[in-house]
């Protein structure tokens, strides 16, 4: 059994990071935390594991909530949490005015006073209840991880150079920091929140109920309760709630919630209606073909949730970075508390020193230097860069099914295409029966619509459409279909091959027959071996294939290459068509994938683009796999790595332009924490910086990083 959850207030992705690496160790269980949208997904577990994974994530992050996945819930939740932290920083500010007024303006010596005047504890009182309440949450956390051996947490190091603070008596920077890491806190939470909502917002495409048909009446039901062959209506302006079949009506639906474009479609008798799509005009009724778990919409949602799982190199890198990082940075922070003020007390080295060297300052230092080295900006710039771009890809009709492939996709070196229903419509229409040995353009479109009758091939429906008749597929006594080259019937007037030209010359045949040089998709009829003639079929080119190849060319695709199991005129005409580098014509399935195979050999990164049913193999085979019309196809939805809702190739180049977008945001994302991070540390070092810049450096940067990561949002 599979239940999700939302953690509500997790908004660190270093904590995430720790919460994924401590329910891994959990035997027989698997679990799945997604923080681009809060949830954590668990298969598997009774209720005492269940039991066992709350109190770990509690462990490590006591102010999350877990609450059952919800439509409403999880945001009231999240509005409500963002209340109280606001309502403490409220009260912790005004109490933190209070201090500073006292100690600055009416009693401004009563901390050098100390500890034995009424005075002093006049200035202490207002800063330690603002302390208290700004960071209740963070030293008790503090004091958990400590118990657990955990020394190199953010609210460890925020807690020894607060507390390092007050003991040297620097009671303003002290709840000062506190008090505005809080505040940085709750915009970083803000700001996370505000990316993780455009992929939250993809998620709300899936329909809260299904107006169920049965016995006369209507009655709303929960669409998982809707059983296939069920009859449901839709209302103008409702959501289709499953998979089905149009069976009573005419209307127009909106398409964008699952395509990401506001094309029209109209659904008459007999066409299918996709889950997601929203009724606009009129009243239809429709047969469902497929349970809720198997639907469109699901399993839209599945892949775009799982999305943001699969980390990019860059994300492995910097997660494994930042666990040296910390440790190393603490070591300085220790060095520059102790080694000054001891190498100061010993003779030798005294007069290298301009000044008397006190432990209070070089402390203070150092205790800047542990709040600047803070990892959790560094952790959290990239899974946020990462996320904000799938969600973007996403609004575009792009699906890509982790950052890893995100990533990959701006590197493309070559795109390679199959032909038909890829590059050409795969919409075949009869544009010449040449019969030969004495038959007639009539018997031949009759024995190949009768062979065909079986199969439901693109070129099927044609030659069946030019037949004009429905074929007598009665007569048929024995179907094969052959994978690759056609089909072979028997009946009462005996065998019938329809095909191309392989299947004239498999195992056991050698039909002899007239060569034929044409630009288009030929096929062969032989009846009893004897060879009665060709049909020849055009297939149209899609409006839109000259301009993509044309773009993605001039965004950098160094090769373009067209693989088809059609014969080689054909191919060489759409190459030519379209100015295709290369092509590879009169290939069988696994020969398409040999192809691909040696182009990787290049060492250059390969993507096929393919319509998701057919291609299936080669998409899983190549380094990135890419399935047109994933509108309605189970097959690209579960082989390919990224799938096209629009069934548009000029989205290949939004891909390509949003990737590189993305690494880019990654990458100033990295710089600026890495530069602004350097740059603190060594003012903290020198003793240039006081708590106020090293809050900043912390918070603050983390803060720009996410803010920067929305701008691919606006695109």
Same mark, same amino acid.
């Given at each position: $059994?599979?239940?999700?959850?939302?953690?509500?207030?997790?908004?660190?992705?270093?904590? /995430?990071?720790?919460?994924?690496?401590?329910?891994?160790?959990?035997?027989?269980?698997?679990?799945?935390?997604?923080?681009?949208?809060?949830?954590?997904?668990?298969?598997? /577990?009774?209720?005492?594991?269940?039991?066992?994974?709350?109190?770990?994530?509690?462990?490590?992050?006591?102010?999350?909530?877990?609450?059952?996945?919800? #439509? #409403?819930?999880?945001?009231?939740?999240?509005?409500?949490?963002?209340?109280?932290?606001?309502?403490?920083?409220?009260?912790?500010?005004?109490?933190?005015?209070?201090?500073?007024?006292?100690?600055?303006?009416?009693?401004?010596?009563?901390?050098?006073?100390?500890?034995?005047?009424?005075?002093?504890?006049?200035?202490?009182?207002?800063?330690?209840?603002?302390?208290?309440?700004?960071?209740?949450?963070?030293?008790?956390?503090?004091?958990?991880?400590?118990?657990?051996?955990?020394?190199?947490?953010?609210?460890?190091?925020?807690?020894?150079?607060?507390?390092?603070?007050?003991?040297?008596?620097?009671?303003?920077?002290?709840?000062?920091? $506190?008090?505005?890491?809080?505040?940085?806190?709750?915009?970083?939470?803000? /700001?996370?929140?505000?990316?993780?909502?455009?992929?939250?917002?993809?998620?709300?495409?899936?329909?809260?109920?299904?107006?169920?048909?049965?016995?006369?009446?209507?009655?709303?039901?929960?669409?998982?309760?809707?059983?296939?062959?069920?009859?449901?209506?839709?209302?103008?302006?409702?959501?289709?709630?499953? #998979?089905?079949?149009?069976?009573?009506?005419?209307?127009?639906?909106?398409?964008?919630?699952?395509?990401?474009?506001?094309?029209?479609?109209?659904?008459?008798?007999?066409?299918?209606?996709?889950?997601?799509?929203?009724?606009?005009?009129?009243?239809?009724?429709?047969?469902?073909?497929?349970?809720?778990?198997?639907?469109?919409?699901?399993?839209?949602?599945?892949?775009?949730?799982?999305?943001?799982?699969?980390?990019?190199?860059?994300?492995?890198?910097?997660?494994?970075?930042?666990?040296?990082?910390?440790?190393?940075?603490?070591?300085?922070?220790?060095?520059?508390?102790?080694?000054?003020?001891?190498?100061?007390?010993?003779?030798?080295?005294?007069?290298?020193?301009?000044?008397?060297?006190?432990?209070?300052?070089?402390?203070?230092?150092?205790?800047?230097?542990?709040?600047?080295?803070?990892?959790?900006?560094?952790?959290?710039?990239?899974?946020?860069?990462?996320?904000?771009?799938?969600?973007?890809?996403?609004?575009?009709?792009?699906?890509?099914?982790?950052?890893?492939?995100?990533?990959?996709?701006?590197?493309?070196?070559?795109?390679?295409?199959?032909?038909?229903?890829?590059?050409?419509?795969?919409?075949?229409?009869?544009?010449?029966?040449?019969?030969?040995?004495?038959?007639?353009?009539?018997?031949?479109?009759?024995?190949?619509?009768?062979?065909?009758?079986?199969?439901?091939?693109?070129?099927?429906?044609?030659?069946?459409?030019?037949?004009?008749?429905?074929?007598? #597929?009665?007569?048929?006594?024995?179907?094969?279909?052959?994978?690759?080259?056609?089909?072979?019937?028997?009946?009462?007037?005996?065998?019938?091959?329809?095909?191309?030209?392989?299947?004239?010359?498999?195992?056991?045949?050698?039909?002899?027959?007239?060569?034929?040089?044409?630009?288009?998709?030929?096929?062969?009829?032989?009846?009893?071996?004897?060879?009665?003639?060709?049909?020849?079929?055009?297939?149209?080119?899609?409006?839109?294939?000259?301009?993509?190849?044309?773009?993605?060319?001039?965004?950098?695709?160094?090769?373009?290459?067209?693989?088809?199991?059609?014969?080689?005129?054909?191919?060489?005409?759409?190459?030519?068509?379209?100015?295709?580098?290369?092509?590879?014509?009169?290939?069988?399935?696994?020969?398409?994938?040999?192809?691909?195979?040696?182009?990787?050999?290049?060492?250059?990164?390969?993507?096929?683009?393919?319509?998701?049913?057919?291609?299936?193999?080669?998409?899983?085979?190549?380094?990135?796999?890419? /399935?047109?019309?994933?509108?309605?196809?189970?097959?690209?939805?579960?082989?390919?790595?990224?799938?096209?809702?629009?069934?548009?190739?000029?989205?290949?180049?939004?891909?390509?332009?949003?990737?590189?977008?993305?690494?880019?945001?990654?990458?100033?994302?990295?710089?600026?924490?890495?530069?602004?991070?350097?740059?603190?540390?060594?003012?903290?070092?020198?003793? $240039?910086?006081?708590?106020?810049?090293?809050?900043?450096?912390?918070?603050?940067?983390?803060?720009?990083?996410?803010?920067?990561?929305?701008?691919?949002?606006?695109?």
């Amino acid at each position: $059994m599979t239940k999700k959850y939302f953690l509500e207030g997790l908004s660190c992705a270093s904590c /995430a990071s720790k919460i994924q690496v401590a329910l891994k160790k959990i035997k027989g269980i698997r679990t799945e935390l997604n923080f681009a949208t809060g949830t954590l997904t668990i298969s598997g /577990a009774d209720k005492e594991k269940e039991k066992r994974i709350f109190n770990i994530i509690k462990s490590i992050e006591p102010d999350i909530r877990i609450v059952t996945v919800s #439509d #409403d819930g999880a945001t009231a939740n999240e509005t409500e949490s963002g209340t109280q932290v606001l309502k403490k920083i409220s009260y912790a500010s005004g109490l933190f005015i209070i201090g500073l007024l006292i100690d600055y303006y009416f009693l401004p010596k009563a901390v050098p006073e100390g500890m034995g005047y009424a005075n002093f504890w006049y200035v202490f009182i207002p800063y330690l209840l603002a302390y208290l309440i700004s960071g209740q949450d963070v030293l008790f956390k503090a004091a958990r991880n400590i118990r657990k051996g955990l020394f190199f947490d953010e609210s460890i190091l925020m807690s020894i150079a607060t507390l390092g603070a007050f003991a040297i008596k620097e009671f303003p920077e002290a709840v000062g920091v $506190m008090l505005f890491f809080k505040v940085g806190e709750y915009l970083e939470q803000r /700001a996370v929140n505000r990316s993780r909502k455009s992929i939250q917002h993809l998620l709300k495409i899936r329909a809260d109920y299904a107006n169920r048909f049965k016995d006369g009446k209507t009655e709303q039901v929960p669409p998982e309760t809707v059983q296939v062959g069920d009859i449901i209506v839709i209302k103008p302006g409702e959501r289709i709630p499953l #998979d089905g079949v149009v069976i009573q009506g005419v209307t127009t639906v909106d398409t964008s919630p699952i395509t990401g474009e506001s094309m029209p479609r109209t659904l008459r008798e007999g066409d299918i209606a996709l889950s997601g799509m929203i009724n606009q005009n009129a009243l239809i009724m429709v047969r469902v073909t497929k349970p809720f778990s198997e639907s469109t919409v699901n399993k839209i949602l599945n892949l775009v949730e799982k999305a943001a799982g699969r980390k990019a190199p860059t994300e492995r890198f910097i997660t494994r970075f930042s666990r040296v990082y910390t440790p190393i940075v603490v070591s300085f922070a220790i060095v520059i508390a102790v080694l000054p003020p001891l190498s100061y007390k010993i003779p030798i080295l005294t007069p290298l020193f301009p000044h008397v060297e006190t432990w209070s300052e070089w402390i203070y230092r150092a205790l800047v230097f542990l709040v600047i080295a803070c990892p959790c900006a560094l952790v959290l710039s990239i899974p946020v860069g990462f996320f904000a771009g799938i969600g973007a890809s996403a609004k575009r009709g792009v699906l890509f099914k982790g950052s890893n492939y995100l990533e990959a996709f701006r590197s493309v070196h070559t795109m390679v295409f199959d032909k038909t229903g890829t590059l050409t419509e795969g919409v075949f229409k009869v544009v010449e029966v040449k019969p030969y040995n004495g038959f007639t353009e009539d018997e031949l479109l009759r024995i190949a619509a009768v062979a065909e009758s079986h199969s439901n091939h693109p070129i099927a429906s044609s030659i069946i459409k030019a037949y004009g008749k429905i074929p007598e #597929d009665t007569v048929i006594k024995k179907y094969e279909e052959i994978p690759s080259h056609g089909v072979r019937v028997i009946t009462e007037e005996g065998e019938f091959i329809v095909g191309n030209d392989r299947i004239l010359h498999m195992n056991g045949y050698a039909i002899e027959h007239q060569n034929c040089i044409t630009e288009g998709t030929v096929v062969h009829v032989a009846v009893n071996r004897k060879y009665a003639g060709y049909i020849l079929l055009a297939d149209t080119i899609r409006d839109d294939a000259i301009t993509a190849i044309k773009s993605l060319k001039k965004e950098g695709i160094k090769e373009v290459v067209m693989l088809t199991g059609d014969d080689r005129e054909a191919a060489r005409l759409v190459s030519r068509q379209l100015n295709i580098d290369n092509y590879y014509a009169e290939l069988l399935p696994h020969e398409k994938i040999e192809v691909v195979k040696r182009l990787e050999k290049k060492g250059k990164t390969i993507a096929f683009v393919g319509d998701g049913i057919n291609d299936a193999p080669v998409l899983m085979a190549s380094d990135i796999g890419i /399935a047109m019309g994933g509108l309605g196809s189970d097959a690209a939805i579960e082989a390919a790595d990224v799938v096209l809702m629009k069934d548009r190739l000029t989205s290949l180049v939004d891909a390509i332009l949003i990737s590189r977008k993305t690494k880019n945001i990654v990458q100033s994302n990295i710089t600026i924490v890495f530069l602004v991070k350097l740059f603190f540390l060594s003012l903290g070092a020198l003793g $240039m910086a006081t708590m106020w810049e090293a809050v900043f450096a912390d918070v603050g940067v983390a803060i720009l990083a996410v803010l920067n990561s929305t701008r691919i949002l606006k695109l």
